[in-house]
């Protein structure tokens, strides 16, 4: 199990590297506590900025703190985030090119009980369909440690997307196999593919362990990075492989599993399955409930692989 939430791992990255670069700002929307940024705000005050319930605000102050030389880093539910500041995302961010990093905390159906109101099953679609704006879901802490020491690099527009609770590790402290824009394989097979991003990346390679012991041997591909998608990566894992599935924690349209089928369908026409949430709004229950039920877990996709297979 990760010591820690991804969104902890993002403010001690931040944190760390505002002490020695006045120009990074954190800014939170009545969000602090919940972004698990409270030591940065009381750490870094003069770096850091509370808009209140405001997501628009939050946006448009960050890109023009950007505007003025600041490296500006907005963070807020991604439900709200994605949603109620999309038009200042797609103009003031991303179309204006200023050097804001959205960061989406407790995505998904990370709020569990509070219901759709809460849940960011589209983000992904969302955020990926504004041009110039990438789009990340790191899949444990230790990917998201190097995701952000990345972006602190750059003073391109990028939204991440994170979980609310700590996840099992994916990898290993000392030997996280990260490249920027490039997608890890975790595991290589020849039967199935199996490419997940964010926190169904931990059950996808649990999968792959299920159905070796059945006989069936898996290539599991971490595409944590959304946007811009690695379609090379696609193509080598789908070429040698029986079927294809995605694994998401999104909406059924718009996301990882309706572009990795444009680039099968394209390059290597496979047959390919999509394993979502659903077209609905989804049962309340804790995000392993909500896995459980709609097979978004090892046992789930390994079914759903060998029913393929078969």
Do not use: W
């Amino acid at each position: 199990m990760g010591k820690i939430a991804n969104k902890q791992v993002i403010c001690e990255v931040l944190l760390e590297a505002a002490k020695k670069d006045r120009d990074i700002v954190a800014l939170c929307s009545d969000s602090r506590g919940s972004a698990s940024f409270s030591p940065f705000a009381k750490e870094l005050p003069e770096q850091f900025v509370e808009t209140g319930i405001a997501e628009q605000n939050l946006v448009s102050i960050s890109a023009g703190l950007a505007k003025c030389g600041k490296k500006a880093y907005a963070v807020s539910p991604a439900c709200f985030l994605s949603t109620r500041s999309y038009e200042q995302c797609k103009v003031d961010v991303a179309y204006s090119g200023t050097n804001v990093k959205l960061i989406g905390i407790s995505g998904g159906i990370s709020y569990g009980a509070l219901g759709m109101s809460h849940h960011s099953a589209q983000d992904i679609a969302a955020m990926a369909a504004v041009p110039n704006m990438r789009v990340y879901l790191p899949s444990d802490r230790l990917q998201t440690e190097y995701l952000m020491k990345a972006l602190l690099g750059d003073e391109k527009p990028a939204y991440v997307r994170v979980g609310r609770n700590a996840v099992d590790d994916v990898y290993e402290e000392g030997n996280v196999p990260f490249e920027m824009d490039k997608a890890t394989v975790i595991t290589e097979g020849a039967d199935v593919a199996i490419i997940a991003c964010g926190e169904m990346v931990k059950p996808s390679a649990e999968a792959a362990a299920l159905l070796k012991e059945q006989g069936i041997s898996s290539t599991v591909v971490d595409m944590y990075c959304i946007k811009p998608l690695d379609a090379a990566a696609i193509v080598k894992a789908a070429g040698k492989a029986k079927v294809v599935i995605t694994v998401e924690e999104h909406a059924p349209f718009g996301g990882l599993g309706s572009m990795v089928s444009q680039v099968v369908g394209e390059k290597c026409p496979r047959k390919t399955l999509n394993l979502s949430l659903p077209d609905k709004p989804v049962i309340t229950g804790t995000s392993k409930e909500v896995f459980d039920y709609y097979g978004l877990n090892a046992e789930g996709i390994a079914k759903t692989a060998i029913e393929a297979i078969a």
